[in-house]
T-cell receptor, first 111, second 114 residues
Framework: QQQVKQSPQSLIVQKGGISIINCAYENTAFDYFPWYQQFPGKGPALLIAIRPDVSEKKEGRFTISFNKSAKQFSLHIMDSQPGDSATYFC??????????FGAGTTVTVRA | DTAVSQTPKYLVTQMGNDKSIKCEQNLGHDTMYWYKQDSKKFLKIMFSYNNKELIINETVPNRFSPKSPDKAHLNLHINSLELGDSAVYFCASQSQAGAQETQYFGPGTRLLVL
């Protein structure tokens, strides 16, 4: 049973546009929410992460927005570039050792 | 120098065979994982070791047996391979147990069972 629901499954955006990926969770014990980026043929790599005591975290063109009451969080990619074309996974964990991943979103940035 | 390495990169084998995948990390981390990524790219944790001790064992068929000879290595042995085992297997490491640390993934082993 998937503990983190991610949407959309895929999206296409023009260069310079904004990509938005949404995730939702049910388990209120989750207290760490990372996003991983995976390029074709490679392993996932941590992109950015947030804890529920903040509502937003920005690193360069990537921003996580977190809504604790709605149990939702999202990744915004500003000024999307062709090099951002990849699969993005949201994830969540609690105080145990396990990351529960969303199903992934394939982002294609058209030049 | 690669932080988390896996061998082999590709593995094509027949149903019923036994195969092993090896993983090594040179980050000095205490914790290592095996994940399975299916054809729909869904990532699911299989096992985790902390300092050579098994700490996570998800609902995985007992045909899959992890082994950690030391904290830098975590191998995965699969007996009696089935068609459904075809997937990409990723090894990952983390500085210490506790999921609020970055996990560093290897490049993956693409297993195809014919």
């Amino acid at each position: 049973q998937q503990q983190v629901k991610q949407s959309p499954q895929s999206l296409i955006v023009q260069k310079g546009g904004i990509s938005i990926i949404n995730c939702a969770y049910e388990n209120t014990a989750f207290d760490y929410f990372p996003w991983y980026q995976q390029f074709p043929g490679k392993g996932p790599a941590l992109l950015i992460a947030i804890r529920p005591d903040v509502s937003e975290k920005k690193e360069g063109r990537f921003t996580i927005s977190f809504n604790k009451s709605a149990k939702q969080f999202s990744l915004h990619i500003m000024d999307s570039q062709p090099g951002d074309s990849a699969t993005y996974f949201c994830a969540a964990s609690m105080s145990d050792y396990k990351l529960s991943f969303g199903a992934g979103t394939t982002v294609t940035v058209r030049a | 120098d690669t932080a988390v390495s896996q061998t082999p990169k590709y593995l094509v084998t027949q149903m019923g065979n036994d195969k092993s995948i090896k993983c090594e990390q040179n980050l000095g981390h205490d914790t290592m994982y095996w994940y399975k990524q299916d054809s729909k790219k869904f990532l699911k944790i299989m096992f985790s070791y902390n300092n050579k001790e098994l700490i996570i064992n998800e609902t995985v068929p007992n045909r899959f047996s992890p082994k950690s000879p030391d904290k830098a290595h975590l191998n995965l042995h699969i007996n009696s391979l089935e068609l459904g085992d075809s997937a990409v297997y990723f090894c990952a490491s983390q500085s210490q147990a506790g999921a609020q640390e970055t996990q560093y993934f290897g490049p993956g082993t693409r297993l195809l069972v014919l």
